[in-house]
């Protein structure tokens, strides 16, 4: 190869590498006000500055345009590092564009997680391992101390609901989640099914709300009399379920299978519904279906949301339209709304053969799940 040819191959190389510049600029030199920027979460600023890790600091993306330096990715790293600091005269790492118009900052602002695969809860329990964190080594130690395994999806002797081991250990501590193990082997001989994200949640709910009245080596001939309790329990989201009956003598499978089917009801905590094989967590608008995550629009995500938290109840067309409206800022057409939840309907597919949202002709839609 010549050096022309050299030169030429590098040149050509070179379009795949972004026009920018490192600097370290101050806080108080940087704006972060443009229309198309998020509300800054002051929630999310405070949470994070009190658990600050100077390693998690991403570099702020500045746009400079006129002698201004616009961010137009970092605006909450920036006023994190503020508050920590308590100064913003303290500067930030910042990678520059100098060649951006106001559009091309929106767009890249809008789509910059568009390909991005997000990590699943398995796998960032599992990066925390590697860190030697406490909190899951704790949980992978107690898993483990009962003959199981942290795994990604459902099989014998595994649990996969990793995110909900961590939730019970955040809400009720290390010792009502060794309750609930406990309670699972135990009465179901570790079987996958038992230790899905909406049992293990139901149980230590009722764990928490009886606490000392159960006892252990009682627990599993009196599970027909609580069933009601645990019925109770999911009614508190406001679901109008019925009451379930087993007749004696009863299998364990079947009993497993019920108290599955009564805990499948729309479960609510702390922002996030647990509905069969879906979790919708509300404040991080995030969606997962079988630890999977779904991508879904602004509008779609909402739209499902409201027909959740109808609980079987009918919304018209016309309050749907409303919800689309209040997000665009603008009027949009009937035809609209049946496109977005043509879109939810194929992102979610189905669950046992059945579909998430039923159409009432002429009347509206309903959760039918």
């Not at 191959?9 to 590498?17: H, K, P």
């Not at 009601?228 to 009451?243: A, I």
Request: glycine share 6%; hydrophobic share 40%; proline share 2%.
């Amino acid at each position: 190869m010549t050096d022309d040819q050299a030169i030429s191959e590098q040149t050509d190389l070179m379009q795949y590498v972004p026009k920018v510049h490192f600097e370290q600029i101050p806080i108080r030199n940087l704006v972060s006000n443009q229309e198309y920027q998020r509300n800054l979460s002051q929630h999310h600023v405070q949470r994070a500055a009190a658990n600050f890790d100077l390693y998690q600091i991403n570099p702020v993306k500045v746009s400079r345009r006129n002698g201004i330096n616009y961010v137009f990715n970092g605006q909450h790293t920036i006023e994190i590092v503020a508050l920590v600091s308590g100064s913003r005269e303290t500067p930030v790492w910042c990678m520059v564009y100098d060649d951006l118009v106001y559009e091309h900052e929106a767009d890249i602002f809008a789509n910059q997680m568009k390909y991005v695969k997000p990590l699943l809860p398995y796998e960032i329990f599992m990066a925390n391992i590697e860190a030697g964190n406490d909190k899951q080594l704790i949980i992978r130690d107690l898993v483990e101390s009962y003959d199981l395994s942290i795994t990604s999806s459902s099989v014998p002797g595994g649990i996969c609901a990793v995110a909900t081991l961590e939730t019970i250990h955040d809400k009720y501590g290390y010792h009502m989640l060794d309750h609930v193990i406990r309670l699972i082997v135990a009465t179901w001989e570790g079987a996958s099914q038992s230790f899905s994200a909406n049992m293990m949640n139901g149980l230590a709910r009722f764990l928490n709300a009886y606490g000392d009245a159960i006892k252990d080596d009682v627990f599993k001939e009196k599970l027909i009399d609580w069933m009601r309790v645990v019925m109770t329990l999911s009614r508190e989201t406001n679901y109008n379920g019925g009451d379930d009956y087993v007749c004696k003598p009863f299998g364990i499978k079947e009993l497993c299978a019920r108290i599955e089917c009564a805990l499948r009801k729309v479960i609510k905590q702390q922002g996030i519904y647990y509905i069969d094989d879906l979790i919708i967590d509300t404040l991080k608008h995030k969606v997962f279906k079988e630890n999977q995550e779904l991508e879904l629009s602004a509008i779609t995500f909402t739209l499902l949301v409201a027909l959740v938290e109808g609980h079987g109840r009918v919304l018209t067309r016309d309050y749907l339209l409303m919800m689309i409206e209040e997000i665009t800022g603008h009027v949009v057409e009937d035809n609209t709304l049946t496109v977005h939840l043509k879109r939810l309907r194929k992102t979610l597919g189905e669950y046992q053969n059945q579909k998430y949202i039923e159409t009432l002709r002429g009347v509206g839609y309903r959760w039918k799940i």
